[in-house]
């Protein structure tokens, strides 16, 4: 099979936070097309593809053995971060997961509190649940980004234990700090995205009577980044 694997913009804006000659885990993976494309580019010196399903991990065992990795990709079947730890990967990786899961994941894996440990997360919703949690939790946002992907902005975040928590604004959450802090046309569509969303939620909110506070809060910032 040809020796090179073209990732997606959104597997790529992931791939490009891994460190060189980190030990990958691949959390859910796709394919395992994550783990082969950087095995591949000589960026990791191993790696072990994980999935909760049958079915995903006996197709990226066929795409690991397709491109002859069987000796650098192990597999597992597993719940989310569990049997992860006797791999002892540097750098996890756990994408298309809504936030809340992602941080649920996290939290019940305390091998992973270890600053030696670079956590690289693409939440599908909530962002703001998974920021929220890793700030409360010890983890420091290194960096982070946003894609464009078929029309959609994704967002991926790259977190380190460090033992101390950090404060974010409600919008900063939302978006990123370091996102906002470079602007950029994808930040202002994730913000139209987001003023949409608080405004159907705030419609919603006084139709039903209920304190609308905290969208009018949200929704006056997110406006102040246009």
Same mark, same amino acid.
């Given at each position: 099979?040809?020796?090179?694997?073209?990732?997606?913009k959104?597997?790529r804006?992931?791939?490009?936070? $891994?460190?060189?000659?980190a030990?990958?885990?691949?959390?859910?993976? %796709?394919?395992?097309y994550?783990?082969?494309?950087?095995?591949?580019?000589?960026? $990791?010196?191993g790696? $072990?593809?994980?999935?909760?399903n049958?079915?995903?991990?006996?197709?990226?065992?066929?795409?690991?053995?397709?491109?002859? &990795?069987?000796?650098?990709?192990?597999?597992?079947?597993?719940?989310?971060l569990?049997?992860?730890?006797?791999?002892?990967?540097?750098?996890?990786?756990?994408?298309g997961?809504?936030?809340?899961?992602?941080?649920?994941?996290?939290s019940?894996?305390?091998?992973?509190?270890?600053?030696?440990?670079?956590?690289? &997360?693409?939440?599908?919703?909530?962002?703001?649940?998974l920021?929220?949690?890793?700030? %409360?939790?010890?983890?420091?946002?290194?960096?982070?980004?946003?894609?464009?992907?078929?029309?959609? $902005?994704?967002?991926?975040?790259?977190?380190?234990?460090?033992?101390?928590?950090?404060?974010?604004?409600?919008?900063?959450?939302?978006?990123?700090?370091?996102?906002?802090e470079?602007?950029?046309?994808?930040?202002?569509m994730?913000?139209?995205?987001?003023?949409?969303?608080?405004?159907?939620?705030?419609?919603?909110?006084?139709?039903?009577?209920?304190?609308t506070?905290?969208?009018?809060?949200?929704?006056?910032? &997110?406006?102040? &980044?246009?």
């Amino acid at each position: 099979m040809n020796k090179a694997l073209k990732l997606s913009k959104r597997l790529r804006a992931a791939a490009d936070l $891994v460190r060189q000659d980190a030990y990958i885990a691949d959390v859910g993976t %796709d394919h395992a097309y994550l783990p082969i494309a950087l095995c591949l580019e000589g960026r $990791v010196k191993g790696a $072990v593809a994980s999935d909760i399903n049958e079915g995903p991990i006996l197709r990226a065992r066929e795409h690991i053995s397709a491109y002859g &990795l069987d000796t650098r990709i192990d597999t597992v079947l597993a719940d989310g971060l569990d049997e992860i730890g006797v791999y002892k990967p540097t750098d996890i990786l756990i994408l298309g997961m809504g936030g809340e899961l992602i941080a649920n994941i996290i939290s019940r894996a305390s091998f992973v509190k270890d600053g030696a440990i670079r956590l690289i &997360l693409q939440p599908m919703t909530h962002p703001e649940i998974l920021r929220r949690f890793l700030l %409360d939790n010890g983890y420091a946002i290194i960096d982070e980004n946003l894609v464009l992907e078929e029309k959609k $902005v994704y967002q991926v975040i790259c977190a380190e234990y460090t033992g101390e928590t950090q404060e974010y604004s409600d919008v900063e959450l939302l978006l990123g700090k370091k996102n906002i802090e470079r602007g950029g046309e994808l930040l202002l569509m994730s913000v139209e995205r987001f003023i949409s969303v608080f405004s159907e939620r705030l419609r919603g909110k006084k139709m039903s009577g209920a304190d609308t506070t905290e969208e009018e809060k949200i929704l006056a910032e &997110l406006e102040e &980044l246009k």
